[in-house]
């Protein structure tokens, strides 16, 4: 299995610039979580999906933040416009759940490091 | 919501010494409790996890245990290497579709 994809593994932009970033979880998987991490505020769960349906996105810091998972194998994470606060690195996990309390692995993706300018 | 603290944000130890970092949580429906390893450049990889109808699991040197009426559990690593060094999460769920809480983390530093 390659695991949980993640693309791009590295992105720069300037202020005010859109930014999408793309996850695909592992076939089989039916939750898939976006988090971001910075050394100021550690991991945060910004939203997560369960069979494509948005669970609980009270975790997105603002409007600007939009996700959307159009089908089980591909997510988005979108920034429009983006900030330099918006700095950090974006981990896209997924599972399986088989019921609003039943639990597994999250495997989590390698990653996107976004710098804002 | 859950909220969940860990303790110590940093551990420095010589190789071959015990490492134990403690984690307290809120949620008493919580039942489920893995440890998470990040490596540098890497996300967040599990290296073990306990449920809430055992108190303790072990792993060759890994160790965790739990006491769901203190709400608290840690996790032990025995004979430390390099090699463990890393960022280690500890995270609380089983209440929404997998959802994980966790903790801010340790940086566990083994000196050789």
């Known amino acids: 299995d390659a695991g949980v994809i993640q693309s791009p593994r590295h992105e720069v932009t300037e202020m005010g610039q859109e930014v999408t970033l793309r996850c695909k979880p592992i076939?089989?998987?039916?939750?898939l979580f976006w988090y971001r991490q910075t050394m100021m505020r550690g991991l945060e769960l910004l939203i997560y999906?369960?069979?494509?349906?948005?669970?609980?996105d009270s975790g997105m810091p603002e409007d600007r933040f939009s996700a959307k998972m159009p089908n089980a194998s591909f997510s988005t994470l979108k920034i429009q416009p983006s900030e330099p606060r918006d700095s950090a690195v974006y981990f896209c996990?997924?599972?399986?759940?088989?019921?609003?309390?039943?639990?597994?692995?999250?495997?989590f993706g390698p990653g996107t490091r976004l710098t804002v300018l | 919501g859950e909220n969940v603290e860990q303790h110590p944000s940093t551990l420095s130890v010589q190789e071959g010494d015990s490492a134990v970092i403690k984690c307290t949580y809120s949620?008493?429906?919580?039942?489920?409790f893995p440890w998470y390893k990040q490596e540098l450049g890497k996300g967040p990889q599990l290296i073990i996890d306990?449920?809430?109808?055992?108190g303790e699991k072990k792993d060759q040197r890994i160790a965790v245990t739990l006491n769901k009426t203190a709400k608290h559990f840690s996790l032990h690593i025995t004979e430390t290497q390099p090699e463990d060094s890393a960022v280690y999460f500890c995270?609380?769920?089983?209440?929404?579709?997998?959802?994980?809480?966790f903790g801010q983390g340790t940086i566990l530093t083994v000196h050789p």
């Open positions: 996990a997924s599972s399986f759940s088989g019921s609003s309390t039943s639990y597994n692995e999250q495997f």
């Open positions: 076939s089989g998987h039916n939750s």
């Open positions: 999906f369960n069979n494509n349906v948005p669970i609980d």
């Open positions: 949620d008493s429906a919580s039942n489920y």
């Open positions: 306990i449920r809430s109808n055992v």
């Open positions: 995270a609380t769920g089983g209440t929404s579709y997998g959802k994980l809480t």
